[in-house]
């Protein structure tokens, strides 16, 4: 298991944890690593939280940290254009959880 914090971006930050996994393919035995990822707001005022697991495995520990920093990157950038109002700041957004 492996916690990574990435630089704040537009003043929220965001934590990367991945997880390593034993999986079987074509070629035997291989270690995948699946990724979820936060986010929280960097000012006390605001408590707008986020955390998405991802569906996917990833080959390396460094590529599945570059693609959750890559779409909480995307997931702030789309939060912040919307209109204002439409989203609260003590509101938290989360995903459902994987069945």
Known sequence: MSY???TPYRGYS???HIVSA?????H???RRYKVSWTI?????????TAGFPERLEFMSEREAFAYANN??????DCMLS???GMLSPAES???PAPN
């Open 93 to 95: 957004v989360r995903a």
């Open 71 to 76: 779409r909480a990157h995307t997931f702030i």
């Open 4 to 6: 990574q914090s990435s």
């Open 82 to 84: 919307q209109a204002p």
């Open 14 to 16: 965001i934590d990367v």
């Open 28 to 30: 035997g035995v291989g």
């Open 40 to 48: 929280s707001s960097s000012g006390t005022s605001a408590q707008v």
């Open 22 to 26: 034993r999986t079987v393919s074509f």
